[in-house]
């Protein structure tokens, strides 16, 4: 099987964020990492190519240093790579990122297309159903487990308060993967060297331009959210915070 | 003709999700604003029971969308009825619920009509005569104030918990319900999918808990989560997790607080380095009382936090177990 990883670069966890200065996006000075659904999509792809064979090729969209995150993808066992090179990838819509994809892959012949089943920056959780759509390939959401059939796959989707559910679907066909679908490997030393030598596609803006709309929807500005309680803070060292803290469990929440 | 906006309620097995209620008090808070009519639809097979218990809400008509091919979901039949039923009632705005159901076929449903979606969002406002979508981003470190760029029909989701069901509107008279009945060719569906199960009986029932100590990724390491044990144990509450912590197996997937996992709506909440995903938060902002320890002190749990301790978990919560042994002594 031929398996497409669409991946993401996002700022660390808990990196501290802060606002540029017209208040439209974050200051782009800070650490970055694989946003972690993906992370779980590339270790699926390399899973079902250990399984079935086949070819692996992670794909991000962005500035230059969002090359890292192909370059991990790689270093675990990805065959090559897919790098839509370019700033401007981050202004794009879900639709547009979509749509710069699914030019750079026109001429591939993919059996699925992996993605996070969201993002932990914007968290739209769109790109993967629209690149779907734009295919015209049937898609299934937030799975949890993937067996090959006889022409197809069988899929376990995540649905709501515990329930799963099986879903048969032909092949070819796009995925969004949830966390914790398995377990992530490390790259291996070995991996990092080979990963050095192995392609690396770029694909500038201009390439997929002629495929591209207008956004048709805008972020006008970031905001600090509005908060729904009153919190206190506790300070002080240890032993005095654990004091008080005893002090609120008992007037305020009741609970000793 | 007045603008109009249309709420897609969502039913699964002849059942109404109740956080279809919500996307309706959205509905009629957005009509109050813009003065536009407030339709809803309800999607199905023999739906009409559904439409009228709609219908008693202060909406202008209800549709009962129809057809065989849509009495289980598929993201193919769903986006091909709304899409058909969208292309000629031409709303201006449509809501939707954003439940795992919606996000799995709206994304597809728009791009097929050459729009977008703006989803996950919290609430809105309207500024000069342009609506503006808010929705978190950054793991709800930052609220996004979103527009439409493009051309109606725009769609919307909300976030479960973003209205208050409670707030809705009764209509003074049932609202009228029309049946449209939808052609979906054979070829159309793809996906064949099976009926939905539990994957084992949920042994502990955290929604009963009145007090709950729950960890996340702050907590380290597997032998870490003996601590929380401890300080559970000590306020004689239940231990619970995050999601990343299930997924690692450090706990089992029935301690998992989330929207994958249970909601729950105890005395006392106490988050032991959890940052505060919105995934997470949907299943505990409910709590009477929340007490959050993180070492990030932009952690978004501090944002519905009652009580907020910027530190080291490690170091607050032994003393924390002495303080409450001297108060409540091991029963």
Known sequence: MKILV?????????????LNEAGTWIREDVSYEVNEPDAFALEEALRQKEKHG????????????????????????????????????????????????AAAIKDEQFDLIFTGLQSDDQGYAQTGVVLAELLGWPHAT???????????????????????????????????IQSGINKLRYATLIGIKQ?????????????????????LQKVERLHVPQKTRNTEFLEGAPAEIAKKLVDKLRNEARVL | ????????VEQREGKLNRVSWETIVAGQALARETGWNLEAAVAGNNVSGLASEVAAKAVTKVYAIESPKLATYTPDAFAAALKQFIASSQPKLVLMPHTYQVRDFIPKLATAMGRTVITDCIGFK????????????????????????????????????????????????????????????DAVVRNRPEEAFKEAKQAVDLTQASVIVAVGRGIKEQKNIE??????????????????????????????????????????????????????????????TIIAVNKDSEA????????????????????????????????
Request: a neutral charge; one cysteine or more.
């Open chain 1, 6 to 18: 669409c991946m993401k670069q996002v700022p660390q966890k808990d990196a501290p964020l802060k």
């Open chain 2, 126 to 185: 309207k500024e000069k005569e342009i609506l503006l979508f808010t929705r978190q981003m950054f793991q709800g470190k930052f609220a996004a104030d979103v527009t439409f760029a493009g051309d109606p029909p725009w769609f919307v989701t909300f976030q479960n918990g973003a209205f208050r069901a409670d707030k809705i509107e009764s209509g003074a008279a049932a609202a009228p319900i029309e049946n449209v009945n939808i052609e979906i060719a």
């Open chain 2, 227 to 288: 601590l929380a044990k401890q300080l559970a144990e000590a306020l004689g509450g239940e231990i619970a997790a995050s999601r990343p912590i299930c997924d690692s197996g450090w706990l089992p997937m029935d301690r998992q607080v989330g929207s994958s996992g249970q909601t729950v709506a105890p005395q006392l909440y106490l988050a032991l380095g959890i940052s505060g995903a919105i995934q997470h938060l949907v299943g505990m902002k409910g709590a009477r």
């Open chain 1, 54 to 101: 086949g070819e692996v090729v992670a794909i991000t969209a962005g500035p230059a240093r969002s090359q890292q995150v192909l370059r991990e993808a790689l270093a675990k066992g990805a065959d090559r790579a897919i790098h839509l090179e370019d700033a401007g990838f981050v202004g794009l819509d879900a639709l547009n990122v979509a749509r710069a994809l």
């Open chain 1, 195 to 215: 990963a050095k030598n192995k392609p690396m596609r770029k694909v500038t803006m201009a390439e997929v331009q002629p495929a591209l709309g207008p956004n």
């Open chain 2, 300 to 331: 978004p749990i501090f944002e519905i936090a009652d009580y907020a301790v910027v530190g080291n978990l490690f170091d607050i919560v032994p003393p924390l177990i002495e303080e409450i042994k001297k108060v409540k002594p091991a029963s």
């Open chain 1, 142 to 176: 937030i799975i949890m487990q993937i067996e090959r059939t006889g022409d197809g796959i069988r899929v376990k989707r995540e649905l709501e308060a515990g329930f799963f559910q099986f879903v048969d679907m032909p092949l070819p066909a796009v995925l969004t």
């Open chain 2, 1 to 8: 003709m007045a603008d109009t906006i249309l709420v897609v």
